[in-house]
Structures are given as C-alpha cells and as structure tokens.
T-cell receptor, first 116, second 116 residues
C-alpha cells in the first residue's frame, strides 16, 4: 500500500510558540489531505481538509488562524499550530487521499504534541 | 448527530475465540463506504476492511469479516481466531461521497483486550 509519513513523530514545545507538522505522501500524489486530532482515549476528529493549491476547508469549531494549513505541493501538507497552549496537546494524524483508483485514505503515523 | 455509533467501549475475548465489534451508522446518502481501522498503542491507524454500500457480498480480509446489514444500518466487524496482537482500539468509520470530500467520520471506538 501507499506510504504517508509525518514529521516529527513527537514534539514538545513551550506555551506561546509555534510548531509545524509535515505530512508527506511518499509514493503517490495527493491533491487532498486531511488533518485529524485525537485526544487521549477519544476518537479521531476531522480538523480540516487540505487541497493542493487552494485554501484549506476547516471544520466547524476549528480556528483557522490558529491551525494554519499549507498544501504547497502534491506530496506535502503542513499544519502549523500557532501560539500553542497546553490544551492544544494532542495526537495529530494526517491522511492522504489516493485519487487514481480506489479513493482510499492512507494515514500517517501521527505526531504527538505536548505543550508545556 | 452521531453518524457512527460504537456502543461497546471495551471488550474482552479469549485467545483463539471469535469476537464481534458492533457498529451502526446513519446516512441518507445511497452511496457510502464503511471502514474498520485498528489503532494499537503506537497510534498508527491500520486499515482492516472496507464495505461499499452497493457491494452485494460481505467483505472479508483474512481473519476479518464485516457483517453488513444494510437495512439495519449496521456494519459489525468479526475477528476470528483472536490473537494477543489483536489487542488495540478499533474504529468504525464512514465516508459519504462526494459531499464530504471523502473525509472519514469515525465512531468513538472499542478497546479490545485479548487474554491468554
């Protein structure tokens, strides 16, 4: 199956700083990627849909100025958490949509963010 | 309204036994897809099985099978011959295309523990 990577796999940052998480599709081109957030012992919640070359579509309740998404190429989407607060600590998972056949989503391994 | 309902927060099964994880869904879209994912403690999302709304037969993948009852809007996952490595969180998810842009809507998950 197709491979999606995320970097970093874990990050600790101080309150008020920004952190960038990268999501890459390694062996296919993805015009659409998704960003999910998962709090401990909870489900994955869709934050936004990232479309190459256009603005991301954010889900209701997700602050677009706080969670900046850039999908500058067909293999890379980035999520930047700006002015991070402890309540932003979570597991962030991206997925890339394969559109040449099955329209299957391939998930990255996730990034664990801890804001101190 | 919750679109995917998993009513079993936790399940126990003895090794080598079969176990059924429940999932019901709600949609008015005639075209949809149902997925099951496994999430071990490492956090990665592992795709297990897919059922399309128009598929005539229940999906099977090795030890995994999906008991699809369209009229009841249920898509239960059956794991046969459980193994210790099956201990993980299991998520049912639905994709309603094309309106959702192929994003997945996840249930709250079921924690499965396989005992020796």
């Amino acid at each position: 199956g197709a491979v999606v990577s995320q970097h970093p796999s874990w990050v600790i940052c101080k309150s008020g700083t920004s952190v960038k998480i990268e999501c890459r599709s390694l062996d296919f081109q993805a015009t659409t990627m998704f960003w999910y957030r998962q709090f401990p012992k909870q489900s994955l919640m869709l934050m936004a849909t990232s479309n190459e070359g256009s603005k991301a579509t954010y889900e209701q309740g997700v602050e677009k100025d706080k969670f900046l998404i850039n999908h500058a190429s067909l293999t890379l989407s980035t999520l930047t958490v700006t002015s991070a607060h402890p309540e932003d600590s979570s597991f962030y998972i991206c997925s890339a949509l394969e559109t040449s056949g099955t329209y299957e989503q391939y998930f990255g391994p996730g990034t664990r963010l801890t804001v101190t | 309204a919750q679109k995917i309902t998993q009513t079993q927060p936790g399940m126990f099964v003895q090794e080598k036994e079969a176990v059924t994880l429940d999932c019901t869904y709600d949609t008015s879209d005639p075209s949809y897809g149902l997925f099951w994912y496994k999430q071990p403690s490492s956090g990665e999302m592992i795709f297990l099985i897919y059922q399309g709304s128009y598929d005539q037969q229940n999906a099977t993948e090795g030890r995994y099978s999906l008991n699809f009852q369209k009229a009841r809007k249920s898509a239960n996952l059956v794991i046969s011959a459980s193994q210790l490595g099956d201990s993980a969180m299991y998520f049912c998810a639905m994709r309603e295309k094309p309106y959702s842009g192929y994003a997945l809507n996840f249930g709250k998950g079921t924690s499965l523990l396989v005992t020796p």
